[in-house]
C-alpha cells in the first residue's frame, strides 16, 4: 500500500531514534553489568529489547506503506556514571516522547490512522513504563544518596 510521503519521511526519523535509543541501552546496560550492578543491567536489557520491538513495528510500517527504511541510528550520548547515564537516557526518553507526539498529530492529520495508533502504543510505553522508570531511579537516588542507591542495585542486596 502505498502511503504518503510526508508520513514515510517522519517514520524513518523516528526509526532512527529508535535505533539510537536500543544502541545507547545497549551499551549502558553492558556497562551496569561490567560494573557489577545486576538489577540495573536487568532492567536496561529489557528497556534495550523493548526498544528493539519498537524499531521493527516502524520498519514494518514503513515497508507496509512501500517506504525504504533508514537504518543509520542517530548520535547516542551514553553517560560515564550511574547519574549521567540515567539522565542520558531520561533525556533521550523526553526527545522521544515528543517526537512521537508530533508523529501521532501528523498522522491524524492526513489521515493515516494505523499509524497514528502504532505511535500511541509507543508514546503509551514511553511515557508510562521507560520516562517514568528512570525518573523514579534518579529521584531515589536524590532520596537516599548515590551510595544507598548503588549498593541496591548490586546482586544479592
Request: proline residues 3%.
Amino acid at each position: 500500500m502505498q502511503g504518503q510521503a510526508q508520513v514515510i519521511d517522519y517514520l524513518k526519523e523516528l526509526l532512527r531514534g529508535e535505533l539510537a535509543a536500543r544502541d545507547q541501552y545497549f551499551l549502558h546496560s553492558r556497562m551496569y553489568q561490567d560494573w557489577g550492578f545486576d538489577k540495573l543491567f536487568t532492567r536496561l536489557d529489557h528497556e534495550m529489547q523493548e526498544e528493539t520491538q519498537h524499531a521493527d513495528a516502524l520498519l514494518q510500517r514503513i515497508l507496509f506503506l512501500e517506504g525504504t527504511p533508514d537504518m543509520s541510528p542517530e548520535p547516542i550520548n551514553p553517560g560515564t556514571d550511574v547519574p549521567s547515564m540515567l539522565r542520558s537516557d531520561l533525556a533521550l526518553e523526553y526527545k522521544v516522547r515528543a517526537a512521537l507526539a508530533k508523529g501521532i498529530a501528523l498522522a491524524e492529520q492526513l489521515g493515516d490512522y494505523q499509524t497514528r495508533d502504532i505511535l500511541r502504543v509507543q508514546l503509551q510505553d514511553t511515557e508510562e513504563d521507560h520516562a517514568y522508570w528512570l525518573e523514579k531511579q534518579l529521584g531515589l537516588i536524590d532520596r537516599i544518596g548515590l551510595q544507598n542507591y548503588l549498593q541496591s542495585q548490586a546482586q544479592g542486596v
